[in-house]
């Protein structure tokens, strides 16, 4: 048959998707010739120089891996298991990691796989709808409808840049049998706005009360107010309810963004149920992914073995959240740039902040004074330095009238 008069073909039949904005921003920034451009957009942490690092603990366990790994042999869809099980007292606590027998979880790539591995299997056990805070980080909405799973936002945030408690606990009180609701269990992102203690107790009370299903999702624990501190309101759920998915991210706070080391962890009624919960997660992921890479889990595991290893990476993991603190800080010193107030930024979390401006005055700041953010607003705090913060400070102000 000759070329011309074949029938349309297979990927005729495709439409354009929107690129990545995200990385789009990147290629723009990476194009701009101004030395003081300032990068807001894409979600890593930087230090001051604005270096990315390997974390020194990670160094060296993968120097343990090359000095006594014998085999890159398979493993199961699981992954490395000793992974798994060394990260659980520091998600779930130390005193009873797997809550008398009823947690058990496996490796997944990413926290993007453990958020993704969460929902296919809230879906195979009949969950249809998932109640989530807006914003939330887009990946949710978007895994969400890749498995036809609807979506029912609520408002995660007040205009104050708080919680919208009555918002989070009207969602759990009203999902119905075949509906869950997704958390994040701290370090909000997009926004940085993260539950107090208390309205976590009543986040927990509602969850135990009305029976509905949670999902929570970890992925920066130890860059809000420490370790523990982050998991408090995660494990106030977990101790009230009989069932729940965790998905858990080591790329921040491991500093292992490209190595994709996450967890999804299941908590049973009973010990009994999660033998057949881990038949449906390993199918789950054996046709999706058919096992985890191993290295960046394997150093994990090294280092959380170790206790000279664990405690430079809790020192690296203290000196990263405090300089996002001194952002933070003298961001609310700074009081208000143009119409923005800044204050709230002060007692926000983790990486990421929004600010309320508009698409058109980001491309301002992006066009005029070299700052690149999201269009949502969205910004990078550890884009932020001593040295590049009166800039910002001023360009926003000059924006934001």
């Known amino acids: 048959m000759r070329v011309g008069a074949m029938r349309p073909g297979m990927l005729d ?3 354009p998707q929107a690129p990545d904005a995200l990385l ?16 807001l957009g894409v979600g890593v942490y930087r230090t001051e120089d604005g270096a990315t690092p390997v974390f020194a603990a990670i160094k060296a366990a993968e120097q343990v891996l090359v000095d006594t790994q014998e085999s890159k042999s398979y493993l199961g869809p699981e992954g490395d298991m000793g992974f798994v099980t060394a990260l659980m007292p520091y998600v779930f606590g130390a005193g009873d990691p797997t809550m008398g027998g009823r947690i058990q979880g496996m490796q997944t790539p990413g926290g993007t796989g453990a958020v993704r591995l969460a929902l296919a299997m809230a879906q195979k056990a009949g969950v249809k709808r998932v109640h989530m805070g807006v914003p939330s980080w887009p990946n949710h909405a978007q895994i969400l409808a890749d498995l036809g799973m609807e979506l029912a936002p609520f408002d995660h945030a007040q205009a104050d840049g708080t919680a919208n408690l009555d918002a989070v606990l009207a969602a759990i009180n009203g999902a119905g049998k075949d509906e869950a609701v997704l958390l994040h269990a701290c370090c909000h992102n997009p926004t940085g706005i993260d ?12 969850f135990a009360a009305s029976g509905t299903f949670p999902i929570i ?16 309101g995660m494990r106030d759920v977990l101790a009230k309810v009989p069932e729940a998915f965790v998905a858990y991210s080591c790329d921040k706070n491991f500093g292992q963004y490209r190595d994709r080391v996450g967890a999804f962890y299941v908590l049973a009624a009973e010990p009994g149920a999660l033998d057949t919960a881990f038949s449906n997660a390993n199918a ?24 000279d290893m664990t405690a430079q990476w809790l020192a690296e993991l203290d000196t990263m959240r405090a300089r996002m603190r001194q952002v933070r800080d003298a961001l ?15 007692h926000q979390n983790g990486l990421f902040s929004m600010l309320p401006i508009t698409k058109e005055e980001v491309a301002r700041l992006r066009e005029d ?20 913060l009166p800039k910002f400070i001023a360009a926003l102000a000059a924006v934001a009238v």
């Open 284 to 307: 789950l992921a054996r046709a999706a992914w058919s096992m985890p890479p191993d290295h960046g889990g394997a150093a994990v595991r090294i280092i959380l073995r170790d206790r």
């Open 332 to 346: 609310a010193a700074a009081g208000t740039a143009g119409r923005v107030d800044l204050t709230p930024l002060g």
């Open 369 to 388: 004074h070299g700052i690149y953010m999201a269009a949502s607003g969205r910004i990078n705090i550890a884009g932020l330095t001593p040295g590049n």
């Open 13 to 15: 039949r495709l439409s």
């Open 24 to 39: 789009a921003l990147i290629r723009l920034h990476a194009a701009d010739p101004r030395e003081d451009k300032i990068d």
């Open 195 to 206: 539950y107090t203690a208390d309205q976590w107790t009543a986040i927990a009370d509602a």
């Open 217 to 232: 999702d970890a992925a920066y624990q130890g860059l809000g107010h420490g370790m523990e501190e982050d998991a408090a």
